[in-house]
């Protein structure tokens, strides 16, 4: 006797189930990434435009010629806030790339920028504030025959006589509001590599099962 209902079309069948191709663990690699990065990036130029280095008299106890290095007027400042644009640009390029060679690129490029201006703020804060004090002296000479309505000159020997007595440099915290946006921004772009690389990998090949009849009248 023939059956009922064939297999063909008439049967229930259950299909299995398909997987999501929204991966959560990726995705949050993704936004932790982003979040790390533009972060960084900001706090490394906010840090670039604050006060790094001052320099200043012993004997001026005012501070009347304390002079004053933000980080965009040093050699370091300005490489650090170029590396903070490059990473800016970077973070929103690295989410809007669809070719999985690109992201891999750019996001080495975000952790090699972030590394780089992590690296040239420490070492302005570990050599900037003793050699600024010598080249000070002519910012501060300036700076007494202005207030005091002098020759150059005259000013210069005063500060000359000033500065013996003792000159002192402080580092501020803006150099470190620098380093700190690098590490961040490190921390970041290595996220971002690793959620590159993730979507780079070829998705693990699942075993089709065959569907499965439910219609108990199918022979």
């Given at each position: 006797?023939a059956?009922?209902?064939?297999?063909?079309?008439?049967?229930c069948?259950?299909?299995?189930?398909?997987?999501?191709?929204?991966?959560p663990p990726?995705?949050?690699?993704?936004l932790?990434?982003?979040?790390?990065s533009?972060?960084?990036?900001?706090?490394?130029?906010?840090g670039?435009?604050m006060?790094?280095?001052?320099?200043?008299?012993?004997?001026d106890t005012?501070g009347?010629?304390?002079?004053?290095?933000?980080?965009v007027d040093?050699w370091?400042?300005?490489?650090?806030?170029?590396?903070?644009?490059?990473?800016?640009?970077?973070?929103?390029?690295?989410?809007?790339?669809?070719?999985?060679?690109?992201?891999?690129?750019?996001?080495?490029?975000?952790?090699?920028?972030?590394?780089?201006?992590?690296?040239?703020?420490?070492?302005?804060?570990?050599?900037?504030?003793s050699?600024?004090?010598?080249?000070?002296v002519?910012?501060?000479?300036?700076a007494a025959?202005?207030q005091?309505?002098?020759?150059?000159?005259?000013?210069r020997?005063?500060?000359?006589?000033?500065?013996?007595?003792?000159?002192?440099?402080t580092?501020?915290p803006?150099?470190?509001?620098?380093?700190?946006?690098?590490?961040m921004?490190?921390?970041?772009?290595?996220?971002?590599?690793?959620?590159?690389?993730?979507?780079?990998?070829?998705?693990?090949?699942?075993?089709?099962?065959?569907?499965?009849?439910?219609?108990?009248?199918?022979g």
């Amino acid at each position: 006797m023939a059956p009922l209902l064939g297999t063909g079309g008439g049967g229930c069948q259950t299909q299995a189930p398909m997987q999501s191709p929204i991966d959560p663990p990726t995705r949050g690699l993704r936004l932790g990434g982003f979040m790390a990065s533009a972060l960084g990036s900001l706090l490394l130029g906010i840090g670039c435009v604050m006060t790094w280095v001052v320099v200043h008299l012993k004997d001026d106890t005012q501070g009347t010629l304390d002079q004053r290095y933000p980080g965009v007027d040093l050699w370091q400042g300005k490489v650090a806030l170029a590396c903070a644009v490059v990473m800016l640009i970077g973070v929103f390029a690295l989410r809007r790339r669809r070719s999985a060679g690109g992201r891999t690129g750019i996001a080495w490029l975000l952790i090699a920028t972030a590394v780089l201006a992590m690296a040239v703020s420490v070492l302005a804060a570990l050599t900037e504030a003793s050699r600024l004090e010598t080249s000070a002296v002519d910012g501060m000479a300036e700076a007494a025959a202005a207030q005091l309505r002098i020759a150059q000159d005259e000013a210069r020997s005063q500060v000359e006589a000033l500065a013996g007595a003792g000159i002192e440099s402080t580092t501020e915290p803006g150099v470190f509001l620098a380093i700190a946006g690098g590490v961040m921004a490190t921390l970041g772009g290595s996220l971002g590599l690793a959620w590159a690389m993730a979507q780079a990998a070829p998705a693990p090949q699942e075993r089709s099962e065959p569907p499965v009849d439910d219609d108990p009248l199918t022979g």
